[in-house]
T-cell receptor, first 111, second 112 residues
Framework: DADVTQTPRNRITKTGKRIMLECSQT?????MYWYRQDPGLGLRLIYYSFDVKDINKGEISDGYSVSRQAQAKFSLSLESAIPNQTALYFC??????????FGPGTRLTVL | SQKIEQNSEALNIQEGKTATLTCNYTNYSPAYLQWYRQDPGRGPVFLLLIRENEKEKRKERLKVTFDTTLKQSLFHITASQPADSATYLC???????????FGAGTRLAVHP
């Protein structure tokens, strides 16, 4: 089984809808991250968490919120989706040296 | 502010040659730096970590150097193969935040 899983893998939604992307890990890492990647561009950090009680904003947190339900679970929510949030979203876990292990990604389309 | 620079132009090389990718960073001194490989539509995969007191690190056909004076890391793939074609990301540890900063990556295309 994959160490970092993301659900759903693909999602098409409409403007204004609330959606949640979920991430689970079996690596036992305390650190977890959410990134987005637009075509031809680099990774941009949305939120990160160094442990269950620690949540930090990344460079592009506006329009997003997160929940760290347990060490193994980190969810990303779009409260009211808009078309420019169409992107590929990656969850990752991190070790103490911040070596990161990425999930397979969620392809989100907002119409 | 901390800045990571990787060549945005794709690197095209012939199979069997050595590919060399460059990562420059400015305005700080990371304690270590990591390199990742990313294939289209997939998440990045960790390749190597090099610390500031290590000049060079090797793993199979991969070699990374870390020059803290020049504020630069070089990533080499020897005897390159078409299967090495991917985007390679440089990720130094940030100063003060204890987490990586990912560069935008350089795309490598190895032609038969």
């Amino acid at each position: 089984d994959a160490d970092v899983t993301q659900t759903p893998r693909n999602r098409i939604t409409k403007t204004g809808k609330r959606i949640m992307l979920e991430c689970s890990q079996t690596k036992g890492h305390d650190r977890m991250y959410w990134y987005r990647q637009d075509p031809g561009l680099g990774l941009r950090l949305i939120y990160y968490s160094f442990d269950v009680k620690d949540i930090n904003k990344g460079e592009i947190s506006d329009g997003y919120s997160v929940s760290r339900q347990a060490q193994a679970k980190f969810s990303l929510s779009l409260e009211s989706a808009i078309p420019n949030q169409t992107a590929l979203y990656f969850c990752a876990t991190g070790t103490d040296t911040d070596t990161q292990y990425f999930g397979p990604g969620t392809r989100l389309t907002v119409l | 502010s901390q800045k990571i620079e990787q060549n945005s132009e794709a690197l095209n090389i012939q199979e069997g040659k050595t590919a060399t990718l460059t990562c420059n960073y400015t305005n700080y001194s990371p304690a270590y730096l990591q390199w990742y490989r990313q294939d289209p539509g997939r998440g990045p995969v960790f390749l190597l970590l090099i610390r500031e007191n290590e000049k060079e690190k090797r793993k199979e056909r991969l070699k990374v150097t870390f020059d803290t004076t020049l504020k630069q890391s070089l990533f080499h793939i020897t005897a390159s193969q078409p299967a090495d074609s991917a985007t390679y990301l440089c990720a130094p540890l940030s100063g003060g935040y204890n987490k990586l900063i990912f560069g935008a990556g350089t795309r490598l295309a190895v032609h038969p």
